[in-house]
């Protein structure tokens, strides 16, 4: 008898450590991970890293790849985590077409200590102080009937922990 598989979206402004924690989180539960970030266009690349911010339109296309990754894992009875910023219901609703029993994660943390996050990072396409405001503009935070959402002030592991014990409670 195949098992179901558990399909998480690790979400949140850039920042978060949607990356590091859903890298963590797919260890933990023996499921694969994928960033989505890399699995942007290339013009998108492009366009983040002149600090410009994506729209819907840019969006469309990448999430029907991400929702797709869910649904083959699915139907392969694969665990999967993806982390992804997921900023809108409406982007969360359509990973949820590849996975109507997704569990969401929500990273959630002040300005100052994603800004600072940002600050330090190295090797990232995403650029500007703007960009992360622009993000924290348009995030519809989940609620509680949507994710569980966990403070980045946590270690990774807690942040982890955190949202096991509360998906299995």
Not at 145 to 153: G, Q
Request: include cysteine.
């Amino acid at each position: 008898m195949k098992s179901t598989p558990t399909l998480v979206l690790v979400m949140g402004v850039s920042g978060s450590g949607k990356s590091h924690v859903g890298k963590l989180l797919a260890e933990a539960i023996d499921a694969d991970f994928i960033d989505a970030d890399d699995h942007h266009s290339a013009g998108s690349i492009a366009k983040m890293s002149r600090g410009k911010p994506l729209n819907d339109g840019d969006r469309e296309g990448w999430l029907e790849t991400l929702a797709d990754f869910f649904r083959d894992h699915a139907r392969r009875g694969r665990s999967l985590v993806i982390g992804c910023s997921a900023l809108k219901r409406r982007y969360r609703d359509q990973l949820r077409k590849g996975a109507p029993a997704l569990r969401i994660l929500y990273l959630h943390g002040s300005r100052e200590l994603l800004f600072d996050r940002l600050t330090h990072r190295q090797g990232h396409f995403f650029q500007g102080d703007h960009m992360l405001d622009s993000q924290l503009r348009d995030l519809e935070p989940p609620g509680d009937d949507e994710a569980i959402r966990v403070d980045i002030s946590l270690s990774p592991e807690e942040i982890v922990s955190t949202f096991l014990k509360r998906t299995v409670a």
